[in-house]
């Protein structure tokens, strides 16, 4: 006799999605070498053969992470506002709605193999194109990549090493005080 129990079944795009959200968390928290697919899996509730199913390496969904919230950033937000939605992103907790946690992932597994290193590596290279492009200077390239080094280094100090006063600091403030300095080097910042 076959006992009846409910089917349970998972929406692909939910699914997908679950993987995700579990994944950026984990890699967020531990950093890529030290999160496994075992773990990913859990944390969204699902076999981790989904994992393999809809990502085909636990690369593969890395790199899906760090695109997400990055490229869609990219794509959403007009060039001159770029810096500060990614500013305000970082600065929100992870579980925020706005919180975006593609920087401290990329903090976090800095380093990792190579596939990693240039999902991370690509992602920067295209925020540093597109910030380039806010100032006329001859040296927009340098000026942008600046930036960004600086954006890196706020959230290595504030949400990695979590060193005081920037660690506990409002964010508001920090956000105010790190545009109107990136203004010196970009001027078309909004």
Same mark, same amino acid.
């Given at each position: 006799?076959?006992?009846?129990?409910?089917?349970? +079944?998972?929406?692909?795009?939910?699914?997908?999605?679950? %993987?995700? &959200?579990?994944? #950026?968390?984990?890699?967020?928290?531990?950093?890529?070498?030290?999160? /496994? *697919?075992?773990?990913?899996? &859990?944390?969204?509730?699902?076999?981790?053969?989904?994992?393999?199913?809809?990502?085909? !390496?636990?690369?593969?969904?890395?790199?899906?992470?760090?695109?997400?919230?990055?490229?869609?950033?990219?794509?959403? /937000?007009?060039?001159?506002?770029?810096?500060?939605?990614?500013?305000?992103?970082?600065?929100?907790?992870?579980?925020?709605?706005?919180?975006?946690?593609?920087?401290?992932?990329?903090?976090? !597994? #800095?380093?990792?193999?190579?596939?990693?290193?240039?999902?991370?590596?690509? $992602?920067?290279?295209?925020?540093?194109? /597109?910030?380039?492009?806010?100032?006329?200077?001859? &040296?927009?390239?340098?000026?942008?990549?600046? *930036?960004?080094?600086?954006?890196?280094?706020?959230?290595? /100090?504030?949400? *990695? *090493?979590?060193?005081?006063?920037?660690?506990?600091?409002?964010?508001?403030?920090?956000? +105010?005080?790190?545009? &109107?300095?990136?203004?010196?080097? $970009?001027?078309? %910042?909004?």
């Amino acid at each position: 006799m076959t006992e009846d129990r409910p089917v349970r +079944r998972r929406h692909a795009d939910t699914t997908r999605q679950a %993987l995700i &959200d579990a994944a #950026a968390g984990l890699f967020a928290e531990r950093g890529y070498d030290r999160t /496994t *697919v075992r773990a990913i899996a &859990d944390r969204a509730g699902v076999n981790q053969a989904l994992l393999f199913r809809y990502f085909g !390496s636990k690369t593969a969904l890395f790199g899906e992470v760090m695109a997400h919230d990055g490229r869609r950033r990219l794509r959403d /937000t007009p060039p001159e506002r770029l810096l500060e939605s990614a500013l305000r992103g970082m600065l929100a907790p992870g579980d925020a709605p706005h919180g975006d946690r593609s920087l401290e992932v990329f903090l976090r !597994s #800095a380093g990792g193999d190579d596939e990693v290193a240039d999902a991370s590596r690509r $992602l920067g290279e295209e925020y540093a194109r /597109t910030l380039a492009h806010l100032t006329g200077e001859e &040296d927009a390239e340098l000026r942008a990549a600046l *930036v960004l080094a600086w954006l890196l280094g706020i959230g290595l /100090t504030r949400l *990695v *090493v979590r060193q005081e006063p920037l660690a506990g600091a409002d964010p508001e403030r920090v956000c +105010r005080l790190m545009l &109107d300095a990136s203004r010196t080097l $970009l001027e078309g %910042l909004a």
